[in-house]
């Protein structure tokens, strides 16, 4: 596509609940990434996908986050058991390779929980 | 570990006035450095970016960022504000030798007065 796109832009959920997040990469983007935005604590980097492989999950808060990324192309960040805490937008990003190639990024995803 | 401090998470200049947002990083080898943007509603836009070569470096909108490796900074330079540069900024570094992964900064909100 002409840029990254993610979804849903919004989602509101439940304590507790589980919630997937969407990211579609540029064609042809090798490498693609999952950053997260809260108040007040800026951009945190998630976990990083080269291919289908993610060489760097050291990222993920805790071990009720996962992603994976299939085809080389798009990928799932999955949040299990959602907790407040987890309220932020999500953002995606990829690049043609990785070696300081520039990002694009996603609109993001507003992620709420209640 | 790599981190990236921006000095002031609030700047607020006049419009004509100079813009001068503050990036200092800390990297056991000489990092990749970026500035993205982040206006209203819309996703990061990267600015500029230092790789190797001249440590001056010009970016979109009139910005430019200097690459001073005895003071470990990239600070972001305007001559002259614009109401339209008002949104968030980031800094970002990226060691080469551990791929693109990008730690950002705090972030500094830029307001612009009239």
């Known amino acids: 596509g002409a840029g990254v796109s993610q979804s849903p832009s919004n989602k509101v959920t439940e304590k507790g609940k589980d919630v997937e997040l969407r990211c579609d990469p540029i064609?042809?983007?090798?490498?693609l990434y999952w950053y997260r935005q809260s108040l007040g604590q800026g951009l945190e980097f998630l976990i990083y996908?080269?291919?289908?492989?993610?060489?760097?999950k050291s990222g993920l808060p805790s071990d009720r986050f996962s992603a994976e990324r299939t085809g080389g192309s798009v990928s799932t960040l999955t949040i299990q058991r959602t907790q407040q805490e987890d309220s932020a937008v999500y953002l995606c990003?990829?690049?043609?390779?990785?070696?300081?190639?520039?990002?694009?990024f996603g609109s993001g995803t507003q992620l709420s929980v209640l | 570990a790599q981190s990236v401090t921006q000095l002031g998470s609030h700047v607020s200049v006049s419009e004509g006035a100079l813009v001068l947002l503050r990036c200092n990083y800390s990297s056991s080898v000489p990092p990749y450095l970026f500035w993205y943007v982040q206006y209203p509603n819309q996703g990061l836009q990267l600015l500029l970016k230092y790789t190797t070569g001249a440590t001056l470096v010009k970016g979109i909108n009139g910005f430019e960022a200097e690459f001073k490796k005895s003071e470990t900074s990239f600070h972001l330079t305007k001559p002259s504000a614009h109401m339209s540069d008002a949104a968030e900024y980031f800094c970002a570094a990226s060691n080469n030798n551990a791929g693109n992964m990008l730690t950002f900064g705090g972030g500094t909100r830029l307001m612009v007065k009239p």
């Open positions: 996908f080269q291919g289908n492989s993610a060489p760097d």
């Open positions: 990003a990829s690049s043609l390779g990785a070696r300081g190639e520039k990002l694009f």
């Open positions: 064609s042809g983007h090798t490498a």
